[in-house]
């Protein structure tokens, strides 16, 4: 069994920042493929960032340059931290955890509200 528990979204005012983590439990490997998504009301959930073991990193473009995804092997997490954040980034955020090439797992996401 495996869990994936998203954290740090919240309410924040346009141009601030946010940390999301993300932990992942059970039987899989720390050094496996991780990404971050995000789905916006009424908008289908797309790619924000990803991380194949600790060096191959994708953005989607509208975050480069503000978000950074990084990760701990020691603790098994992920990050995502988000800069200069703008109304157009609020969303639930979903991390995306790889057991293999064909099984993942889902976190329940963690609400992203940029307002002034």
């Known amino acids: 069994q495996v869990h994936v528990v998203e954290s740090g979204g919240g309410l924040v005012q346009p141009g601030g920042s946010l940390r999301l983590s993300c932990a992942a439990s059970?039987?899989?490997?720390?050094?496996?493929?991780r990404a971050w998504y995000r789905q916006a009301p009424g908008k289908e959930r797309e790619l924000v960032a990803s991380?194949?073991?600790?060096?191959?990193?994708n953005y989607a473009d509208s975050v480069k340059g503000r978000f950074t995804i990084s990760r701990d092997f020691a603790k098994n997490m992920v990050y995502l931290q988000m800069n200069n954040l703008k109304p157009e980034d609020t969303a639930v955020y979903y991390c995306?955890?790889?057991?293999?090439?064909?099984?993942?797992?889902w976190g329940q996401g963690t609400q992203v509200t940029v307002a002034s």
């Open positions: 991380i194949i073991g600790g060096g191959v990193i």
């Open positions: 059970g039987r899989i490997a720390s050094s496996n493929h």
């Open positions: 995306r955890v790889w057991a293999t090439a064909t099984v993942n797992y």
